[in-house]
């Protein structure tokens, strides 16, 4: 499976930019889909994520500025992020659980990131 992300990019403080994170190979059913970002010298932290069924999770520092979502029948999942900040930079990897037959593992997968650059 490869996860192939795009729409990164730099922006002024108070700009918005949508990252979209498209599927492809082997998938039965694509679980969990989500968002995480590591900036430089930190830790990688979840941004965000949803469901198949579409129930989300926010990381605090980004809750009414960023949304998620995920189109099923196209295997992408997408992050609409507005009200950026400087601290906003980072690189933002795309992540899936991905089951590739029925009954079978789900087996986690990322994608090689794209870089968020916030200017003040």
């Known amino acids: 499976v490869q996860l192939v992300e795009s729409g990164g990019g730099l922006v002024q403080a108070g700009g918005s930019l949508r990252l979209s994170c498209a599927a492809s190979?082997?998938?039965?059913?694509?679980?969990?889909m989500g968002w995480y970002r590591q900036a430089p010298g930190k830790q990688r932290v979840l941004v965000a994520d949803?469901?198949?069924?579409?129930?989300?999770n926010y990381a605090d520092s980004v809750k009414g500025r960023f949304t998620i979502s995920r189109d099923n029948a196209e295997n992408t999942v997408y992050l609409q992020m507005n009200s950026l900040k400087p601290e906003d930079t980072a690189v933002y990897y795309c992540?899936?659980?991905?089951?590739?037959?029925?009954?079978?593992?789900?087996?986690?997968?990322w994608g090689q990131g794209t870089q968020v650059t916030v200017s003040s």
């Open positions: 992540t899936a659980d991905v089951t590739h037959q029925a009954m079978g593992a789900t087996i986690g997968y």
């Open positions: 190979g082997s998938i039965f059913s694509m679980n969990v």
């Open positions: 949803i469901t198949t069924d579409g129930s989300t």
